[in-house]
Nanobody, 128 residues
Framework: QVQLVESGGGLVQAGGSLRLSCAAS????????MGWFRQAPGKEREFVAA????????YYADSVKGRFTISRDNAKNWVYLQMNSLKAEDTAVYYC?????????????????????WGQGTQVTVSS
């Protein structure tokens, strides 16, 4: 079992920054990848970014590329999402997720169904 807890959400003005954190606990050894997703009211959950468990490779949705950075602290089993130049359309509940498989293709990292564990989410609201 793995537990994921997000933190760092809040209210920020457009153009501002926030850093989200995701703490993983439990059986956290040798997993595949961590991802960040978001879901706005009335919309489907969408991929934001992913990072291999080793931290060696990162992946981004086109909508956040160049503005968001995903990173990982291997020692602490934490994953971060640094969000800069925030826009009103970034407003959503942000979730971190864990893919436990070592064999998943990175082409599937944008698929919510790939992930085995999810956090409870943290609200990010960007005012325009």
């Amino acid at each position: 079992q793995v537990q994921l807890v997000e933190s760092g959400g809040g209210l920020v003005q457009a153009g501002g920054s926030l850093r989200l954190s995701c703490a993983a606990s439990g059986r956290t050894a040798n997993h595949g990848a961590m991802g960040w997703f978001r879901q706005a009211p009335g919309k489907e959950r969408e991929f934001v970014a992913a990072i291999r468990w080793s931290g060696a490779s990162t992946y981004y949705a086109d909508s956040v590329k160049g503005r968001f950075t995903i990173s990982r602290d291997n020692a602490k089993n934490w994953v971060y999402l640094q969000m800069n130049s925030l826009k009103a359309e970034d407003t959503a509940v942000y979730y971190c997720a864990l893919d436990t498989s070592l064999y998943s293709s990175s082409l599937l990292y944008n698929e919510p169904a790939l992930y085995d564990y999810w956090g409870q989410g943290t609200q990010v609201t960007v005012s325009s």
